[in-house]
């Protein structure tokens, strides 16, 4: 055993001697570097300077906290804000007045609909309010499978599925496919939910100029020739156009067969975003693809809120069963969101039984977009921006001042002149730091079936008189 040790011993002094010097200085100071660590002081001491009593009283009272937020001044507009009192049905009550109502978006009417009162009181009286729980966690009633049965049976796909909130709906879905390293191509004028869906997604994001089929194409073409430079990658990316069916910021339709077109051609999925078309459009309100008479097979997935038509609250996405029941698992507002209550559930499904056995609804509401939309033509001081078949109509300043915030408080006196001979408008209202494509400042003009034609003249009448007087 010593003579082993021995031999070791001798082998490492004959390795010594054979090393490169270069070798053994670079170890040598290695090992020195070593030994000043384990002395050195780690820290240095610094002499202390003690403070008297009067000292300290003194730095307490010169000290001042900075403030949690900023001050804000009490003449902000997020400070005045107007009361409604009741129902907001065809006519509302607004800070104690009973004014025509043009600010809600009720277009079919059903907020106040009897029909749908009663079965959302009679599913109140069976239910309650609902578990406060996900709907993988004890908070799926019997009354949610079947409002989702009735949504695919109505928009004629294979499944649908509810979320509790219309806004987490797209900004949910989007994540639930899309991931890190994917590519979405996105209309600029895209709104808020499917902004914070892409931020969710952390995938590669690529806008195109709004309603732009050229542009949005160049993009496509830019985005195959890298696929060719590197295969191997594009064979794992996945790609996805996002688009709107009617966009609540511009009033205005996507050209949804272009979008299917380039689909095909460039092996893209389709997301469509129905909040603003689902309940409008169509002859039996079922979107966009009724109005253009695309098959809705042709696109991958489509979202709505029902709380623009259908007089509920929450969203659905419907489309293939394989990609719905992806959501279920993935879809993060489905997944730790409260479930929608039974009685919204309830409510949404009388919405759709009246729209089913009156498909004439949509045709008065179409009727009553075009007669708004002429009324509003030509009012000084003012541009009208929209479609004449869109619900929610803009109306924004033809000059404006080069300050947002003045546009703003023009608007704003233009919306408060009106209300006070009792006629509700609203702000189209934005996060402005947080939007991609801040749209210009406007006043919106929502149009639903229960406005009568005395209603759009006195509402028509009041807007000129107001833009003649403020808009000098």
């Given at each position: 055993?010593?003579?082993?040790q021995?031999w070791?011993?001798v082998?490492m ?20 570097w ?9 820290y240095k ?10 000292e ?15 001050l804000?001044?009490k003449?902000?507009?997020s400070?005045?804000y107007?009361i ?10 607004v800070n ?5 109502n043009f600010a809600?978006f009720?277009?079919?009417g059903l ?6 009162k ?9 239910y ?7 709907r ?5 009633f019997?009354?949610h ?5 009735r949504l ?7 499944e649908?599925i509810?979320?509790s ?5 797209m900004?949910s ?7 890190r ?10 709104c808020?939910?499917?902004?914070k869906g ?21 993009l496509?073409?830019?985005q195959?020739?890298?696929?060719q430079k590197?295969?191997r ?12 069916g ?5 009033a205005d339709i ?9 689909k095909?051609r460039y ?7 129905e ?12 979107g966009v693809t ?16 029902m709380?623009?038509?259908v007089?509920?609250?929450?969203g659905f996405?419907c489309g ?9 698992l ?10 929608l209550?039974?009685m ?10 009246i729209?089913e056995e009156?498909?004439?609804i ?14 509003l033509?030509?009012?000084p ?5 929209g479609?004449?078949f869109a ?6 300043l033809?000059?404006?001042?080069g300050s ?5 408080q ?12 009792k ?13 991609r ?5 406007s006043?919106?003009?929502v149009?639903?079936?229960?406005q ?12 000129r008189?107001?833009?003649?007087v403020?808009?000098?």
């Open positions: 055993m010593a003579s082993g021995q070791v011993l082998e002094v004959q390795a010594f001697y054979e090393a490169p010097a270069y070798h053994l200085i670079l170890e040598g100071i290695l090992i020195l070593i030994i000043r660590l384990l002395f050195s002081k780690t001491l610094h002499e202390t300077y003690k403070l008297t009593e009067r300290k009283e003194d730095l307490i009272e010169e000290w001042q906290p900075d403030l949690l937020v900023p804000i001044s003449d902000h507009p400070l005045k107007n409604v009192s009741g129902p907001p049905s065809h006519k509302i009550i104690g007045k009973e004014c025509i809600s009720n277009f079919l907020l106040d609909n009897e029909r749908v009663e079965k959302a009181l009679m599913s109140l009286k069976k309650g309010v609902g578990t406060c729980g996900p993988g966690f004890y908070g799926t019997d009354v499978l079947e409002l989702e049965n695919a049976k109505f928009m004629k796909t294979e649908a509810i979320y909130y219309g806004f987490a709906t900004a879905a989007i994540p639930a496919y899309s991931k390293g994917d590519m979405i191509f996105v209309d600029e004028a895209a808020f939910s499917i902004q892409l931020q969710a997604s952390r995938s590669f994001i690529k806008y195109f100029k709004h309603n732009d089929m050229e542009d949005l194409e160049r496509l073409k830019e195959e020739l890298e696929d590197n295969p990658k594009a064979r794992v990316t996945r790609k996805f156009i996002v688009v709107e009617m966009y609540i910021n511009t996507c050209p949804l067969p272009e979008l299917v077109k380039l095909y092996k893209v999925r389709i997301f469509l975003e909040s603003m078309s689902f309940g409008v459009l169509g002859e039996h309100g079922k009724e109005h253009f008479g695309v098959n809705i097979d042709d696109i991958d997935l489509i979202s709505a809120n709380e623009n038509a007089a509920s609250i929450g996405c293939r069963s394989f990609v719905i029941d992806h959501q279920r993935s879809g993060q507002g489905y997944c730790f969101s409260a479930s209550p039974p919204l559930a309830a409510a949404a499904i009388e919405a759709l039984n729209m009156d498909p004439g949509f045709i008065v509401l179409r009727e009553k977009c075009k007669h708004v939309y002429k009324a033509q030509g009012i001081g003012l541009k009208l921006v479609e004449p619900p929610a109509l803009h109306l924004q033809e000059k404006s001042s947002r915030s003045s546009d703003m023009l608007l704003r006196s233009i919306v408060d002149y009106c209300l006070e001979r006629v509700a408008l609203t702000l189209a209202h934005y996060l402005e730091k947080e939007e494509f801040l749209t210009p400042p006043i919106r003009v149009v639903t079936v229960k009568k034609d005395d209603d759009i003249q006195k509402t028509v009448s009041c807007i008189e107001a833009a003649s403020l808009l000098k």
